[in-house]
C-alpha cells in the first residue's frame, strides 16, 4: 500500500518512473493528513517528470552546499552567520518563495552582535550573501530559474569621496600591521584584488614560474575569470608564505574596527577602506601611464568603462601634467 501505520505513524510508499521508490514518514497519526501529503508528493512528482518541473528546494539545502564550496574563502565566518540568519527565517520555504519584498521585510529589523540597529553596509554584506547562495544555485545548480532582484542598501560612494593612499602611507600602513596580515595587504596593493579574492586565495589558484594567479569567475562581483599578474614584490611575498594550508593566507580579515585602528595609526584618511587599495591600485598605475586595455586586464574589469570608477588622481600629479605645458610657451 502506498500509504501505510507503522506504530502510531503513517509512512509513505510512492513508486517512481525509473523503477524505484520514494519512501518517507509522513510525520503524522493522521491518515487524512498523511493522504493530502501523499497526493501533494505524486503532483510535484508528475510535474516534474512530465513538465520537467524542478525539485523544491529549501535555502538551508542550498546555504549547506554552498558553504562547504566556499569553505576555503577568507570570510567563511561571516558567510555562515549571514545564512544562518536567513536559513532561520527561510524555514519551510522553498527557493522560488524567496522574494525581493520577503528578504527586505527580514533585513529591516537586523540587530548586529552588539544588540545595535544595523548599519546599511551590514544590511548590504547580508544581502549580498543571499544573492550569491541564489545565484550559484540558479547559474551553477540549476536549481532555480531566475533571482529575485534583492534590494541594495545605502547609497553608492561618491567617486569623488574615493580615498586614495600615497606609497608613504601605505609604507606606513604596512609597518604598524601584524605580520601575519602585513602579507596579504601587501599583496592587495601589488594586484588589486579584492578583499575576498586576497583572503581566499588558494595555492592551486597560484603559479609561481608563470608568475600569475587567477580568480575564477564564481568568486568574482561582474562573474568573470580574472588572471592576475605577479610583479617580482607580489611573488616575494607569497614565496615567503607557509604552504601548510589551502589558502595562501591563513590569517583571517582583519574586522572593521581593527581596520580602523591600523589605517589611524598609520596615518591614513579616516574612513579608508580595504577595498580603497583597489583604488590604489588602478590610480598608481594610471599615474605610472599604463594604458586603459593593459589596466581593465590586470585589474580584471569587465568593461573599460569600469576603470573611471577606480582611477583618481591626486591633485599634485594632475598639476604635475598641467606644468608640461609651461613648457610650451617657456
Not at 522553498?94 to 552588539?114: F, H, N, P, V, Y
Not at 583604488?279 to 569600469?306: E, I, P, Y
Request: charged share 25%; proline share 4%; net charge positive.
Amino acid at each position: 500500500m502506498s500509504i501505510y501505520k507503522r506504530g502510531k505513524t503513517y509512512h509513505l510508499d510512492i513508486p517512481l518512473q525509473n523503477g524505484k521508490r520514494l519512501r518517507r514518514s509522513a510525520e503524522t497519526s493522521d491518515r487524512k493528513a498523511a493522504q493530502q501529503l501523499h497526493d501533494q508528493l505524486k503532483a510535484q512528482l508528475w510535474r516534474q517528470t512530465k513538465l520537467g518541473q524542478k525539485q523544491p528546494r529549501s535555502l538551508l539545502e542550498a546555504a549547506e552546499r554552498w558553504l562547504v564550496e566556499h569553505k576555503d574563502d577568507g570570510a567563511i565566518r561571516d558567510y555562515t552567520h549571514h545564512l544562518a540568519f536567513w536559513c532561520a527565517r527561510a524555514e519551510g520555504m522553498s527557493l522560488t518563495d524567496i522574494s525581493r519584498s520577503w528578504a527586505a521585510e527580514q533585513i529591516e529589523g537586523l540587530i548586529t552582535r552588539k544588540n545595535k540597529p544595523a548599519s546599511a553596509g551590514s544590511k548590504n554584506n547580508y544581502v549580498i550573501t543571499l544573492r550569491s547562495v541564489l545565484n550559484t544555485a540558479c547559474r551553477e545548480w540549476e536549481w532555480i530559474d531566475q533571482v529575485p532582484a534583492l534590494r541594495t542598501y545605502g547609497r553608492k560612494r561618491d567617486a569623488s569621496k574615493m580615498l586614495i593612499a600615497t606609497p608613504a602611507q601605505a609604507k606606513a600602513l604596512l609597518e604598524v600591521l601584524p605580520p601575519a596580515l602585513r602579507a596579504a595587504v601587501g599583496f592587495a596593493f601589488m594586484t588589486g584584488l579584492r578583499k575576498s579574492n586576497v583572503f581566499g586565495l588558494t595555492w592551486d589558484r597560484v603559479d609561481l614560474e608563470r608568475s600569475v594567479c587567477w580568480v575564477q569567475p564564481i568568486d568574482t562581483k561582474a562573474g568573470n575569470l580574472i588572471t592576475c599578474a605577479l610583479n617580482s614584490a607580489a611573488r616575494q611575498l607569497l614565496a615567503q608564505q607557509p604552504r601548510n594550508s589551502q589558502r595562501v593566507f591563513s590569517v583571517e580579515p582583519p574586522c572593521h574596527h581593527q581596520w580602523r585602528r591600523y589605517t589611524r595609526r598609520a596615518g591614513l584618511p579616516e574612513g579608508f577602506r580595504f577595498h580603497d587599495i583597489r583604488h590604489t591600485f588602478a590610480s598608481w598605475a594610471a599615474m605610472d601611464g599604463v594604458d586603459r586595455k593593459t589596466l581593465q586586464d590586470m585589474g580584471g574589469w569587465k568593461t573599460a568603462a569600469m576603470i573611471d570608477n577606480y582611477v583618481h588622481l591626486p591633485v599634485n600629479h594632475l598639476v604635475a601634467a598641467s606644468e608640461k605645458l609651461a613648457a610650451r610657451l617657456h
